[in-house]
């Protein structure tokens, strides 16, 4: 049996940029992703903390270190500029490994600077 796990999670973003226009999709700091472990076009689940509103949508490398979090397209209308957001992915695995994974959990500053990584 398969079971489905938090990989990892960003904790706290604040959205800096939306972008109607743009085709679709979450701009994320590169920087942030690689220590998130999120892999650019990889599928994530963001949660609006200010108004629960939950999506799911593909990621886009931003520039390292620009603490850049945007919402493109469609989902720049789930939040606005100053929004703070939960982007999580997750995985499938065998229950017998499921026991024993922990998971990648990324807490960020108001600039969206990496604060501490569990």
């Keep these: 049996m398969f079971r489905t796990m938090l990989r990892s ?3 706290n973003a604040v959205v800096k940029e939306t ?3 743009y085709e679709g999709s979450i701009t994320i700091d ?3 992703l ?3 472990d999120i892999l650019p076009n990889e599928k994530v689940q963001v ?4 108004t629960g509103r939950r999506i799911e949508t593909y990621v886009i490398a931003g520039p390292e ?6 919402m493109n397209g469609g989902a720049a209308r789930c939040a606005v500029k100053g929004d703070r957001l939960l982007i999580m992915s997750y995985i499938q695995m065998e229950t017998k490994d499921a026991l ?3 998971s990648k959990i990324i ?3 108001d600039n969206n600077k990496i604060r501490n990584k569990k």
Excluded: D, M, W
Aim: no cysteine; hydrophobic share 40%.
């Design 100 to 102: 024993s994974y922990t």
């Design 107 to 109: 807490s960020l500053n």
């Design 47 to 50: 949660v609006n903390l200010n």
């Design 65 to 70: 270190g620009s603490g850049i979090i945007a």
């Design 34 to 36: 690689e220590a998130a």
């Design 9 to 11: 999670k960003i904790h």
């Design 19 to 21: 972008n109607l226009e």
């Design 30 to 32: 590169s920087e942030i």
